[in-house]
């Protein structure tokens, strides 16, 4: 009888250790709600872990429901570790194993609340993120790449969206060029 049960224990031993083994993928899920508890934005990088879209919102509205009220900045939902943070009418999360660095998860939550604080000029709130949202999936899309974190400095953050906008030919800074020098052009038209 000892005999079987030593092959179970090395075996239930040995996975135990390779969950806790350290890895690059450490975000799971990262999130933004408004003060309702509706997605805005989401990005799951562990396709298993919620599969269908209904099973995340799911997880999205217990998240919620455990956290709007509450003044702490970390949870344990569902076997997950969770970082959160609540500006005016919004909620960001990031969310990680139960064994991933809380420290870790709320580097790439600061980083990400304040890269979207300068790209939205300090203005943090449901309108301004959605007139903004292309701008905000470029700065998640900086902080964390399929569930590795890429970046934890808001500074390099936005020195990247706004390397990757300015590739853009029409945006806000090249139609104000083209407008400047079109009145260059008419002025020195009509002084000839």
């Not at 000892?2 to 450490?26: D, G």
């Not at 298993?48 to 509205?61: A, D, G, H, T, V």
């Not at 998240?63 to 900045?73: G, L, Q, Y």
């Not at 990757?164 to 400047?180: G, K």
Request: charged content about 25%.
């Amino acid at each position: 009888m000892t005999a079987q049960t030593c092959p179970r224990q090395h075996q239930r031993t040995t996975m135990e250790i390779a969950s806790l083994e350290p890895s690059l993928y450490t975000v799971k899920a990262v999130f933004i709600l408004d003060n309702d508890g509706n997605r805005l934005l989401s990005k799951y990088y562990d396709t298993e872990l919620y599969p269908s879209m209904k099973e995340q919102k799911n997880f999205e509205k217990n998240v919620f429901n455990k956290t709007h009220k509450a003044d702490n900045e970390i949870a344990f939902v569902e076997g997950m570790t969770i970082v959160y943070k609540c500006s005016i009418d919004l909620f960001f999360y990031v969310v990680g194993s139960a064994q991933e660095n809380e420290l870790m998860l709320m580097a790439v939550l600061n980083c990400l609340f304040e890269s979207l604080g300068q790209i939205l000029r300090k203005n943090v709130e449901r309108r301004c993120l959605l007139d903004n949202m292309d701008g905000v999936f470029l700065v998640v899309d900086e902080i964390i790449d399929g569930g590795v974190i890429l970046e934890s400095d808001p500074q390099q953050v936005i020195q990247k969206v706004n390397y990757r906008a300015d590739e853009n030919p029409l945006s806000e800074q090249s139609v104000a060029q083209i407008m400047q020098s079109a009145k260059e052009q008419i002025k020195w038209s009509i002084l000839k």
